[in-house]
Structures are given as C-alpha cells and as structure tokens.
C-alpha cells in the first residue's frame, strides 16, 4: 500500500491501477490507499455469482472514496 500511497502524494488527481490479487479485502485496502482502478478478473469471473461479486467489489471500493 506504501507506494499507492507515495504516488498519491505526488498528484492527487493521479489515476492509479491495481491488477492481481483483487477481492473484497484487498480492494478495500488499495481504495483506501487511493487506488482508483481494480481488475478484479478471478474475483468476478470465478464467483458462483459473478454479478453479485461485482456488486460487492463496487460497493467496497465506494465506501472508501
């Protein structure tokens, strides 16, 4: 998270992406980081229910703008 948080003090409006690892946990991390994009493939697409999962991810990274 330390870098996410470096590269946010340089330029706050600075969009920041994070691919691998995405879950529920990590994506409320790296969002509260201030990572602002998240591929999220395996935690979508290998939910049993792939629309809920990304309802939840949405939800999570939301709550932590």
């Known amino acids: 998270m330390w870098k996410i948080k470096a ?3 340089l ?3 600075l969009n920041i ?3 691998g690892g995405i879950n529920l946990e ?3 991390l790296t ?3 201030g990572a602002n994009f998240f591929v999220a493939g395996n ?3 290998g939910a049993k229910n792939p629309t809920k999962a990304y309802e939840e991810l ?3 990274v939301k709550k932590k703008k």
Do not use: G, Q
């Open 31 to 33: 969002a509260k980081a």
């Open 11 to 13: 330029d706050k409006k």
């Open 58 to 60: 949405l939800k999570t």
């Open 17 to 19: 992406e994070v691919d």
């Open 43 to 45: 935690a979508i697409l």
């Open 7 to 9: 590269l946010k003090a």
């Open 26 to 28: 990590t994506a409320s």
